[in-house]
């Protein structure tokens, strides 16, 4: 009897623990899913109240429970700072959680990170590596098996798309991307009203730079009813819509409606800083017209506030943003040197292997081996004893200066412009010997020859970008191709290290001050 009774118990135990078991499953399960339900919600949300948007970013990093987790609090903490006007904190957090996607297999957040730091390197004039970005982010959107993750990605990726053909001028293809990222999206357009609405605001500055003002307004029109339903009516994504309008009725000499739009856009409760500074300066152009010293003054001097403190903004998250993507570089040059070491280490076992069968069944090339070992010896000990009869070289003062006088006349041509150019190249133009010429850069300029060319090369561009307007709308690969660099990576790199800026960064600051000559004129 008692024998049946402990047997009942056990039953009874082993049935409660296989429930406890089950629900503490359910529960982890439930505490996964509602976490992402508040990802997904304040991807929208955070527009209209950032600093609700910040803690709620900061729940999810501090009650992660792994590294998916974690990435959507940072990947929220980076839009939000974003809308804060703190880039670096943007870019910083943003690649933090790129680091720890490294071993994910999860392809929405990937897609998601991606298509951000590529939208990070085009705001700061960093086109070719976000097109690289871009890229990555589609082929892991691809990857996506939730029906609505995968429109949301993909509609992200084809919105980035036709942002940088919007920044390219390519207008046209810019709102065939942008039509197509709204249809994949629309059939969930109640779940992601900020991504919907995003688009529509793209799609109106692309029709506003093909000068079809009509279209422009109604998908401005949209973007706000958009938002209306989805309670974002005062949020940055509203602000960005009501400046467009305000610019199409400038457009129509409309002043009026014109001025109760940018009055709508500063009504809106988040502003992005550059969108601040384009509405204060319509606004100062409206009262400068209408003789309103006084406003036009004080709007002006508004507008001058935000476009100066974007301007330190970005050049500071420009730097953090070129050191992160130099860094995971780094990260990647590392992993290959790893993987190239451990072929190295397979090749020279390989190697020894059959070195030994070789040695073992063919003994007499152990003699002819021997005298390849001694040869090696040989040419290395004449090689040392070549070494120590180099004299030091001296040149002649005649001839020193005539050839200072020669690339006087070189730097004053074009010739360095030639993507052939090489010591032996110019020390046979100049009918001397590359010994000499390479010994009167170094000791006359102060660097080797290939840095005396490159330095020659940019300066020529330089002033060439600030002699004629026309360069200035030029691509990057046709100036590094008129100046002589091979290819437009290497002209960028060259550049960076001579000006401390990007071949993209630095036209845009000469168009900016060019522009503001031009009103000061």
């Given at each position: 009897m008692l024998t049946i009774f402990n047997a009942g118990m056990v039953f009874r135990v082993k049935i409660v623990l296989l429930f406890l078991l089950c629900f503490s499953g359910f529960v982890s399960a439930q505490s996964v899913a509602d976490k992402e339900a508040i990802f997904l919600e304040n991807l929208s949300n955070c527009y209209k109240d950032p600093d609700k948007g910040f803690k709620i970013a900061h729940y999810l990093l501090d009650n992660a429970d792994d590294n998916d987790e974690k990435v959507q609090g940072l990947y929220l903490i980076s839009e939000i700072s974003f809308l804060k006007d703190d880039y670096k904190q943007s870019v910083e957090s943003l690649f933090e959680a790129y680091r720890l996607l490294d071993k994910s297999n999860n392809s929405f957040l990937k897609t998601f990170v991606l298509t951000s730091i590529s939208s990070k390197c085009r705001f700061f004039g960093l086109?070719?590596?976000?097109?690289?970005?871009?890229?990555?982010?589609?082929?892991?959107?691809?990857?996506?098996?939730?029906?609505?993750?995968?429109?949301?990605?993909?509609?992200?990726?084809?919105?980035?798309?036709?942002?940088?053909?919007?920044?390219?001028?390519?207008?046209?293809?810019?709102?065939?991307?942008?039509?197509?990222?709204?249809?994949?999206?629309?059939?969930?357009?109640?779940?992601?009203?900020?991504?919907?609405?995003?688009?529509?605001?793209?799609?109106g500055k692309a029709y506003f730079n093909t000068s079809d003002y009509i279209?422009?307004?109604?998908?401005?029109?949209?973007?706000?009813?958009?938002?209306?339903?989805?309670?974002?009516?005062?949020?940055?994504?509203?602000?960005?819509?009501y400046n467009g309008i305000g610019e199409i009725a400038l457009k129509g000499v409309k002043t009026e409606d014109a001025k109760t739009a940018f009055e709508k856009v500063l009504s809106c409760k988040v502003i992005e800083t550059e969108v601040k500074a384009d509405t204060y300066y319509s606004l100062?152009?409206?009262?400068?017209?209408?003789?309103?010293?006084?406003?036009?003054?004080?709007?002006?001097?508004?507008?001058?506030?935000?476009?100066?403190?974007?301007?330190?903004?970005?050049?500071?998250?420009?730097?953090?943003?070129?050191?992160?993507?130099?860094?995971?570089?780094?990260?990647?040059?590392?992993?290959?040197?790893?993987?190239?070491?451990?072929?190295?280490v397979v090749i020279i076992c390989v190697f020894v292997v059959a070195f030994a069968v070789y040695f073992f069944y063919n003994k007499k090339l152990d003699k002819e081996y021997k005298k390849f070992e001694r040869l090696l010896v040989k040419i290395e000990n004449d090689r040392e004893e070549a070494k120590k009869e180099v004299k030091v070289l001296t040149i002649p003062e005649k001839t020193e200066q005539a050839i200072l006088d020669r690339l006087k006349e070189f730097e004053?041509?074009?010739?360095?412009?030639?993507?052939?150019?090489?010591?032996?190249?110019?020390?046979?133009?100049?009918?001397?010997?590359?010994?000499?010429?390479?010994?009167?850069?170094?000791?006359?300029?102060?660097?080797?020859?290939?840095?005396?060319?490159?330095?020659?090369?940019?300066?020529?561009?330089?002033?060439m970008m600030q002699t004629d307007p026309k360069f200035l709308n030029y691509k990057v690969s046709y100036l590094a191709e008129n100046c002589g660099f091979a290819s437009h990576s290497?002209?960028?790199?060259?550049?960076?290290?001579?000006?401390?800026?990007?071949?993209?960064?630095?036209?845009?600051?000469?168009?900016?001050?060019?522009?503001?000559e031009r009103e000061v004129v």
């Open positions: 086109t070719d590596k976000s097109d690289t970005y871009i890229q990555q982010a589609e082929e892991y959107s691809n990857l996506i098996s939730h029906t609505d993750k995968k429109a949301l990605a993909k509609a992200k990726v084809l919105y980035e798309k036709g942002q940088v053909l919007v920044s390219d001028k390519k207008f046209s293809e810019a709102i065939r991307v942008l039509s197509s990222s709204y249809t994949i999206i629309q059939p969930y357009k109640n779940k992601f009203y900020g991504t919907c609405a995003k688009i529509q605001c793209a799609l279209g422009a307004k109604q998908h401005y029109q949209r973007a706000i009813d958009i938002l209306k339903i989805g309670g974002l009516e005062f949020s940055s994504i509203a602000a960005s819509a100062s152009q409206i009262y400068l017209k209408q003789g309103d010293d006084i406003k036009y003054k004080e709007n002006y001097k508004l507008y001058k506030a935000n476009f100066d403190a974007l301007s330190t903004l970005e050049r500071e998250a420009r730097n953090t943003l070129i050191a992160q993507i130099e860094k995971e570089h780094n990260v990647i040059l590392k992993k290959n040197q790893t993987r190239y070491t451990y072929l190295l004053n041509g074009k010739e360095f412009t030639n993507p052939n150019m090489s010591v032996q190249f110019l020390s046979k133009k100049m009918k001397t010997n590359s010994k000499y010429l390479s010994e009167i850069i170094n000791k006359h300029k102060g660097k080797n020859f290939n840095a005396y060319i490159n330095d020659l090369r940019i300066d020529y561009i330089i002033d290497v002209f960028t790199v060259v550049f960076k290290s001579v000006t401390n800026l990007t071949p993209k960064q630095f036209i845009n600051f000469l168009k900016k001050k060019t522009e503001k």
